[in-house]
């Protein structure tokens, strides 16, 4: 399925159907991520919904030369939960609402815009050149959010290992990248 | 601007991944944005994320999902709380700090002045821009806890070297400095901390009381 042109006609005609199908393939995906990076069901369920509505909002900002589809997608989501959770901490304080905005555009003071590169190439062939279980550790670790302990267990490896196997990959990645320039 | 100093490689992946508690998130979210090396190593971050969520196992959500989506769609956005904006005709705040609301300037030694950035109240770090005069010698200090320091004007140098515009620090408890500012003049600072600095020797002690930073 080629998600960029689906997100394509949801940026030119505000095309349902195209829609429909990003909501059935990445709404349940963006709730089980969120469920793995330690959000509870009702957070993932939100961050879910929420994502798929800045999709929609942000459809004609997204540039299939820079980023693939569900790179773009996951900072979306990414962004609306360090978003929820600065809301929580203040409504804690506030006693106010949680629901997020519907127009996280205005509401990411903490978002740093990094101007996107054309560099897109060059970062996929970086990512090729990692080995499986470099981009895994390094999945597992940052992406998921994994304390090195369970890794370890999961990959059935030393808790040494975990950590200079993560070490090494980032190190590679970025020498991989410096390489290139 | 060449930028010679960048943050270690896992608190990139850590900023990427949106794990850094808030003032950090700002310090590095600031160099990465002036820093197309940083931006890279990132976005690379980004990409595996993305493949990630394409392998993750789908999770059901709520029957109602796609209804509730496309009503709230069609609803009119609902006006985000627009934070207060710092001053466009202050100088010391860079167009990337321009979204917080950032407190007064507060004397803090001689040469030495800070404003603190108003933060959500997540996390321990404290966020403030650090202004010290050209050509002073910071006192001789440890930390409890870590350090972040992004340069935005002048320069100043340590042990650990040179650093100038762009450039980032990255301190914590095993390191024992005392930077000493460039003479080209005063030397600018975003700076996320936890802990407590802790000065050193007679004056650091003397004045130690009055160094609320
Ligand atoms: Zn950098």
Redesign the interface.
Same mark, same amino acid.
């Given at each position: 399925m080629d998600w960029a042109d689906l997100i394509g006609r949801v940026a030119s005609g505000g095309d349902r159907e195209a829609f429909k199908r990003l909501f059935e393939h990445f709404a349940p995906r963006i709730k089980g991520l969120m469920l793995k990076a330690g959000c509870n069901a009702e957070e993932a369920e939100e961050i879910a919904q929420s994502t798929m509505i800045a999709v929609w909002r942000k459809a004609h900002q997204f540039d299939p030369a820079t980023a693939g589809a569900a790179a773009w997608i996951f900072t979306i989501a990414r962004n609306l939960r360090i978003d929820l959770f600065r809301r929580r901490m203040r409504a804690d304080r506030l006693e106010t609402g949680l629901e997020l905005p519907d127009a996280p555009d205005q509401a990411e003071p903490a978002d740093i815009l990094i101007s996107r590169g054309q560099d897109a190439a060059r970062i996929a062939s970086a990512i090729q050149q990692l080995s499986a279980e470099q981009s895994l550790v390094v999945r597992l670790s940052f992406i998921e959010e994994r304390p090195h302990p369970e890794i370890a267990r999961a990959l059935g490896i030393p808790l040494g290992t975990v950590k200079s196997r993560i070490r090494l990959a980032m190190n590679r990645l970025r020498d991989i990248l410096d390489e290139e320039a | 601007m060449t930028i010679s100093h960048h943050p270690p =490689? *896992?608190l990139l #992946? *850590?900023f $990427?991944?949106?794990?850094l508690e +808030?003032a950090h998130? &700002?310090v590095v979210?600031?160099h990465?944005?002036g820093c197309?090396?940083c931006?890279?190593?990132?976005?690379?971050? =980004?990409? &595996? $994320?993305? #493949? $990630? &969520? =394409?392998d993750?196992?789908?999770?059901?959500? $709520?029957t109602d999902?796609?209804d509730?989506?496309?009503s709230?769609?069609h +609803?009119a956005?609902? =006006?985000?709380?627009?934070?207060a904006l710092a001053s466009d005709t202050d100088d010391d705040v860079p167009p990337?700090l321009r979204?917080?609301r950032i407190g007064k300037r507060r004397r803090v030694a001689p040469g030495l002045s800070l404003r603190p950035i108003e933060l959500?109240?997540?996390g321990q770090a404290r966020a403030f821009l650090l202004r010290s005069a050209p050509g002073s010698r910071m006192l001789e200090h440890t930390h409890t806890g870590t350090e972040l320091t992004l340069v935005l004007e002048g320069s100043f140098s340590h042990e650990g070297g040179h650093f100038g515009p762009g450039d980032f620090d990255y301190g914590d408890d095993e390191v024992e400095h005392r930077p000493i500012v460039g003479n080209e003049g005063p030397c600018l600072c975003l700076v996320a901390m936890t802990g407590d600095l802790r000065m050193n020797g007679f004056l650091g002690r003397l004045i130690g009381p009055f160094v609320r930073l």
């Open positions: - | =490689e *896992d #992946a *850590d $990427a991944a949106g794990k +808030e998130q &700002l979210g600031v990465v944005a197309p090396r931006t890279r190593f990132v976005q690379a971050i =980004e990409q &595996l $994320a993305g #493949a $990630a &969520l =394409e993750v196992a789908p999770v059901p959500i $709520a999902a796609f509730r989506v496309m709230r769609i +609803e956005p609902k =006006e985000a709380v627009a934070p990337a979204k917080y959500s109240g997540q």
